[in-house]
């Protein structure tokens, strides 16, 4: 009954920034936990960013902290996140996902979007 879709990736030079949206459908947005999670070639799918149902909480992977930023607008059904100072190691395609309870920072959610491609160049 979930649907999540994002948008807004792409490519970007090195040191550029982008922002991630993902919109939820078909269930009520503000009961659940949202995170991003990315997936470069070759590696094992990672928990990048989280927010509790409330926006109260967020959480980071140490990799991308002080870069990004997590948040959600749960009037819009939407959860963003903007990507700063952007490294060729941030390269991967970046899911939305959601889940009902903890924890949040896991891979192991249970509803994903499609996946949007971000490429950082060098």
């Known amino acids: 009954q979930v649907q999540l879709v994002e948008s807004g990736g792409g490519l970007v030079q090195a040191g550029g920034s982008l922002r991630l949206s993902c919109a939820m459908s078909?269930?009520?947005?503000?009961?659940?936990?949202m995170g991003w999670l990315r997936q470069a070639p070759g590696k094992e799918r990672e928990f990048a960013a989280g927010?509790?149902?409330?926006?109260?909480?967020?959480y980071y992977a140490d990799s991308v902290k002080g870069r990004f930023t997590i948040s959600r607008d749960n009037a819009k059904n939407t959860v963003y996140l903007q990507m700063n100072s952007l490294k060729p190691e941030d390269t991967a395609v970046y899911y939305c996902?959601?889940?009902?309870?903890?924890?949040?920072?896991?891979?192991?959610?249970?509803?994903w979007g499609q996946g949007t491609q971000v490429t950082v160049s060098s």
């Open positions: 078909g269930r009520t947005f503000s009961l659940y936990n």
């Open positions: 996902a959601a889940r009902t309870g903890p924890p949040i920072a896991t891979t192991e959610y249970d509803y």
């Open positions: 927010i509790r149902w409330s926006g109260s909480t967020t």
